[in-house]
């Protein structure tokens, strides 16, 4: 999101190259530690990263354990089937994820998930999401 300082970035590999060295250093000190990569659900706000393409600063196998997505019923909201399967098939949507992380043999995580009541975006209290 663009709320964040890292999210000014727009070098793809310097981001990439930042992410890897982060890892090296952790796994320095804790070579067991397993490292999640988490994207946004629907994609991330414009320009975050360049192109609106969370794919492009994957850092690579290598310096993942596990690949996550935040969900949550907004930007847009699910109400129905036909709604919930465009997003879910989407590019940053939790279907195509959970493939990514089979293809590249990596566990799925869903670290941040729920409802919001945020206007305009929100589906608040959507029974149709949570089930």
Same mark, same amino acid.
């Given at each position: 999101?663009?709320?964040?300082?890292?999210? !000014?970035?727009?070098?793809? =590999?310097? &981001?990439?190259? =930042?992410?890897?060295?982060?890892? +090296? =250093?952790?796994? %320095?000190?804790? #070579?067991?530690?397993?490292?999640?990569?988490?994207?946004?659900? /629907?994609?991330?706000? #414009?320009?975050?990263? #360049?192109?609106?393409?969370? &794919? %492009?600063?994957?850092? *690579?196998?290598?310096?993942?354990?596990?690949?996550?997505? $935040?969900?949550? $019923?907004?930007? #847009?909201? %699910? /109400?129905?089937?036909?709604? &919930?399967?465009? @997003?879910?098939? $989407?590019? +940053?949507?939790?279907? /195509?994820?959970?493939? @990514?992380?089979?293809? +590249? /043999?990596? !566990?799925?995580?869903?670290?941040? &998930? *729920?409802?919001?009541?945020?206007?305009?975006?929100? *589906? *608040? $209290?959507?029974?149709?999401?949570? %089930?």
């Amino acid at each position: 999101g663009n709320w964040f300082e890292g999210s !000014k970035a727009t070098d793809t =590999a310097l &981001w990439i190259q =930042a992410f890897r060295k982060v890892v +090296h =250093a952790i796994r %320095s000190v804790a #070579p067991n530690v397993k490292i999640e990569w988490v994207m946004n659900a /629907h994609g991330s706000s #414009p320009g975050c990263p #360049p192109g609106q393409n969370a &794919w %492009s600063v994957y850092p *690579g196998d290598d310096y993942v354990d596990i690949i996550g997505m $935040d969900n949550y $019923d907004m930007y #847009p909201p %699910s /109400h129905n089937d036909d709604e &919930w399967n465009a @997003q879910c098939n $989407d590019l +940053h949507g939790l279907c /195509h994820l959970v493939e @990514q992380a089979r293809t +590249h /043999h990596k !566990k799925f995580c869903v670290p941040e &998930w *729920g409802v919001s009541n945020k206007l305009p975006n929100g *589906g *608040g $209290d959507n029974p149709y999401f949570i %089930s």
